[in-house]
């Protein structure tokens, strides 16, 4: 039996792999290779491009501006995944179903708040940024609830997922001796997921921070603001010394993410 189930796995891998490589070499010749899509002066453009990743612009005004862009990307981020985190704990708690009573009651847990989270993150954190845009103008509140939204969807599904995986021997431990599902909750499934939550949160903030620079780009300030205007300018060198900033800014979260993971193994 475990041989034909080893089968029908394998076979499985193998029709799905050949049906997104069919879907991929379809996709090529499905789209409208025409040489008006290739800008005629692109390469030299490139060239201008990247020749000024070697000489960015470092006088004072440009380092200014781009140390305050830097705070207003990172508050952007830090609010967003704030917000994010206590949507992902609460929506994620229930659509894991540890808390359901009954198997009637987990399937609909699941299904009701795994639906809400998937809306949540099925719309891109750019159109949501659209969206509140229109509603609420340049405004703050625009940013944050645009990385919220769609990143709390993101999280609350990991964050389910981990519930679900926690092996079922200390639960059921728990649940001998008496303990409810709140205390099951906070004393089994919590303590064995902390270490991994705090890992995959860490790094969706490292997303956050890239994701508020790119819905800077739509007018709310910050560093994806600077960039276009610097764009629009044909000034490379400031792109550049913008875009040094936003990777100074991600290496020092992936450092500090680094720091806490090890702090929390000791």
């Known amino acids: 039996m475990n041989k034909l189930s080893l089968a029908y796995e394998l076979h499985k891998r193998k ?14 010749f499905a789209v409208q290779w025409s040489t008006g899509l290739i800008h005629g002066s692109g390469l030299a453009t490139a060239g201008q491009i990247f020749g000024a ?12 501006i781009a140390l305050e862009s830097s705070w207003i990307t990172l508050a952007y981020a830090a609010a967003g995944m704030s917000l994010a985190i206590i949507l ?13 009573s ?15 989270l998937g809306f949540m993150r099925a719309i891109h954190e750019l159109v949501w940024a659209w969206l509140f845009v229109a509603s609420f103008g340049l405004s703050p509140y625009a940013a944050v609830f645009a990385l919220a939204i769609p990143y709390g969807g993101i999280l609350g599904r990991i964050f389910a997922d981990m519930l679900n995986d926690v092996p079922k021997e200390p639960i059921q431990a728990l649940e001998s001796a008496g303990a409810s599902r709140i205390q099951c909750l906070i004393y089994g499934y919590l303590p064995n997921v902390r270490a991994n939550i705090l890992s995959y949160v860490m790094y969706r903030f490292e997303c956050a921070v890239r994701s508020s620079a790119i819905m800077s780009f739509v007018g709310l300030g910050g560093l ?18 913008f875009l040094f900033f936003l990777i100074g800014v991600v290496v020092l979260i992936d450092l500090w993410s680094s720091q806490l993971r090890r702090r929390l193994a000791l």
């Open 15 to 28: 029709l799905l792999t050949l049906l997104l490589t069919g879907v991929f070499i379809w996709s090529l």
């Open 53 to 64: 990743m070697f000489q960015p612009d470092v006088s004072a005004d440009i380092l200014i």
């Open 88 to 100: 992902a704990f609460f929506l994620g708690i229930w659509a894991s179903g540890v808390l359901a």
């Open 102 to 116: 009954g198997a009637k009651s987990r399937y609909f847990m699941k299904g009701t708040f795994r639906s809400v």
């Open 224 to 241: 994806g603001y600077q960039i276009q205007l610097s764009l629009d300018d044909l000034q490379y060198n400031e792109v550049w010394t």
